[in-house]
C-alpha cells in the first residue's frame, strides 16, 4: 500500500509529492517566475520554496528614445511563503540527466 | 492546516507580508487563524516614502486572501519536518476523498 | 471575529481591495470581515498632499477589505497631511 502511494502518479497533486525538496519552476499570475526548491505544499496550493529567484516582466522606459519596451527584473529571496491562489503553473524538476 | 500549523510556529518572528498591491509590511507575527489571515505588530511598510498610507499604524491585520507571498526567516524554517507533513497530509487528504468516492458509489447502487 | 475584537471601540485605518484609505472607529465585526465604521474619512492621497472627506457611518463588505490597522494617536495627531506627497494606493489584483 505504501508502496504504491509512494510511487505512482495518479492524480496531478501526486507529481507536485515527488518534487517535495527539488528546485521546481513555478509561474504565477501578473507576469511573475519563481524557481526554488519546494519544502511544503497543500491542496490549495500553497507552497513553501528556498533559494527562491523570482523573475518579473515589467514596462520600463528607454531613457534615449523614450520608448516602453518590456524589461525582466530579478531578485532572491531565501526562504517563501507561496499563496495558492496566484498559482498558474507548477514544473516539476527535468528527470532528463 | 499544514499552513496554519507552521505560522502558529512562527508567532514572534519578524516576517514579511507582501501583499497583491504590492504593499509590503514587516512586523513580528502576534496570530493567525485557519483563513491564514494574519496579524502583525510593530510593523514597517517597505518604501515608507512611497507608500506613506501606514505611518500612523503599528499592530495590523492582514486578510489572508490579500496576500502575495510572505517572506519567512529560514533560520525558523525546519524543512525536513515541513516535507514529512506535506507528505502526511496528502495521504490524508486521498483517504477523505477514496471515502467520499466510496460512500457516492454505495448511494448510487442503493 | 476574535481576531478582530482587540480593535473593538478603536480608531482604525481600512485599506480597501480597491485602493481607499478609511479611517473610522471601529463598531461592529462579523465572521466574513464585513465591518461597521462609524465617523469615517477617507484619506486621499495625490501630488498636491493628502485629502480628507468624511463619509458618516460605512459597513465594507469583508471581500472589500485587505487590511486593518490600529491608529496609534500620537503618531497620526503628528502626520502633516498637505506634506505627505504620494500616489493613491493600487488596488488588489488578484
Not at chain 1, 511544503?40 to 514596462?59: G, P, R
Not at chain 3, 461592529?28 to 468624511?54: A, F, H, P
Amino acid at each position: 500500500m505504501d508502496k504504491k502511494e509512494e510511487g505512482t502518479v495518479e492524480e496531478p497533486l501526486d507529481l507536485i509529492r515527488l518534487s517535495l525538496d527539488e528546485r521546481i519552476f513555478v509561474k504565477m499570475r501578473q507576469d511573475r517566475e519563481l524557481k526554488g526548491k519546494l519544502h511544503a505544499y497543500d491542496q490549495h496550493l500553497n507552497m513553501i520554496l528556498s533559494d527562491v529567484e523570482e523573475t518579473m516582466k515589467v514596462v520600463q522606459i528607454d531613457s534615449d528614445t523614450g520608448e516602453e519596451f518590456i524589461g525582466t527584473e530579478k531578485r532572491n529571496i531565501k526562504m517563501l511563503f507561496v499563496r495558492g491562489d496566484g498559482v498558474i503553473l507548477i514544473s516539476p524538476p527535468l528527470r532528463t540527466s | 492546516m499544514l499552513f496554519f500549523s507552521f505560522y502558529k510556529t512562527l508567532v514572534g518572528k519578524e516576517i514579511t507580508v507582501e501583499l497583491k498591491n504590492d504593499l509590503s509590511i514587516t512586523g513580528l507575527l502576534q496570530s493567525v487563524d485557519q483563513f491564514l489571515n494574519i496579524k502583525l505588530k510593530d510593523i514597517k511598510v517597505n518604501e515608507e516614502e512611497k507608500y506613506p498610507y501606514m505611518i500612523s499604524v503599528q499592530n495590523c491585520f492582514i486578510r489572508g486572501s490579500v496576500v502575495r507571498y510572505v517572506h519567512l526567516p529560514a533560520g525558523d524554517v525546519d524543512v525536513e519536518t515541513l516535507q514529512d507533513h506535506s507528505r502526511l497530509e496528502a495521504r490524508e487528504q486521498k483517504k477523505v476523498q477514496q471515502q467520499a468516492q466510496q460512500q457516492a458509489q454505495q448511494a448510487q447502487q442503493k | 471575529m476574535a481576531m478582530l475584537e482587540q480593535y473593538l471601540k478603536k480608531q482604525v485605518l481600512v485599506l480597501t481591495a480597491d485602493g481607499r484609505n478609511i479611517i473610522g472607529t471601529l463598531r461592529g465585526i462579523d465572521q466574513t470581515i464585513n465591518i461597521i465604521l462609524e465617523k469615517c474619512v477617507e484619506r486621499m492621497y495625490s501630488d498636491e498632499g493628502v485629502q480628507e472627506i468624511n463619509l458618516g457611518v460605512h459597513i465594507i463588505r469583508g471581500d472589500d477589505v485587505a487590511v486593518i490597522g490600529e491608529i496609534d494617536q500620537e503618531l497620526d495627531k503628528n502626520l502633516n497631511l498637505s506634506d505627505i506627497i504620494a500616489q493613491p494606493m493600487k488596488p488588489i489584483v488578484h
